[in-house]
């Protein structure tokens, strides 16, 4: 029998984990080991500063108090061990888009993430809404994808960031990370003891609608599904960057060879 581990950004108690946990029943057993609480914009964090509690909801649910990370670190190591160890691993479904730059802050992500760092497959799903979210759309291609990528394989270090537009669904693009010109919003208030406390959003300036993009996609209303891994590497940018000479042979930094403006006096 399939083994699912389900775990999410959004909490224990997210619609969009229920929905996504009911319809994937019919592909296999599934297993959430979720964030006690909401956990958005936790992205590929590990907690580390403090120690981390597993509570035992019934023989399929477990709470982590920490992040999707911690959530998907414990449930591979410590809960679902040995015979119980998934095949894959779903994350979602996100209340609201993992679009372009956003996928880096994004909990959900990171869920999909760290199970491929520890050799589960995962996806991660996302709702591209702001209200009224529906999830049942999102729902019925997690079970399409899940089956897929059981079926077929993922290439290796590999992870799917799938996004579903709301509304009618015209089909499924693969598509590339898009990005975004956005600015940070700050708003500082005072809290009743008169000490400072802020909060951080954005003001999304334009988003990069080239055809083939994560974001063209679901704005034209098709669902996108962005291959992503770990590896961060600008590989085309390495043959430039060895060209540069900045140590001399004793490992010392060559700053004769700095330009004027990389330099100090």
């Not at 997690?142 to 897929?148: E, G, H, L, P, S």
């Not at 959003?201 to 990069?208: M, R």
Request: net charge negative; hydrophobic share 40%.
């Amino acid at each position: 029998m399939i083994r699912i581990l389900l775990t999410n950004d959004d909490g224990i108690h997210s619609d969009g984990l229920i929905k996504l946990e009911e319809a994937l029943r019919e592909v296999g057993d599934v297993f959430v080991v979720a964030p006690e609480s909401e956990m958005s914009g936790a992205s590929h964090s590990l907690t580390l500063a403090r120690p981390l509690r597993i509570r035992q909801i019934d023989e399929r649910h477990w709470t982590v108090d920490g992040t999707p990370t911690d959530c998907v670190t414990l449930a591979l190591h410590k809960i679902l061990t040995g015979e119980l160890r998934p095949h894959i691993c779903a994350s979602g479904i996100n209340h609201g888009g993992n679009l372009g730059d956003d996928a880096t802050y994004s909990g959900t992500v990171a869920g999909a993430l760290e199970a491929t760092i520890l050799g589960v497959p995962g996806l991660a799903f996302s709702l591209v809404a702001r209200e009224n979210f529906d999830f049942t759309e999102a729902a019925r291609f997690a079970v399409i994808a899940v089956r897929k990528a059981l079926t077929e394989g993922l290439p290796e270090g590999t992870f799917l960031n799938i996004n579903i537009p709301d509304g009618p669904i015209r089909g499924v693009r693969v598509t590339r990370q898009g990005i975004k010109n956005a600015r940070p919003v700050i708003s500082e208030h005072i809290d009743p003891r008169g000490r400072p406390y802020f909060w951080i959003g954005e003001e999304i300036l334009e988003w990069d609608a080239a055809e083939g993009t994560d974001y063209w996609a679901v704005q034209q209303g098709f669902i996108s599904v962005t291959p992503m891994r770990s590896d961060l590497t600008n590989h085309q940018a390495i043959p430039a960057l060895a060209s540069w000479d900045l140590l001399d042979l004793n490992g010392h930094i060559a700053v004769q060879n700095l330009s004027p403006a990389s330099t100090r006096e």
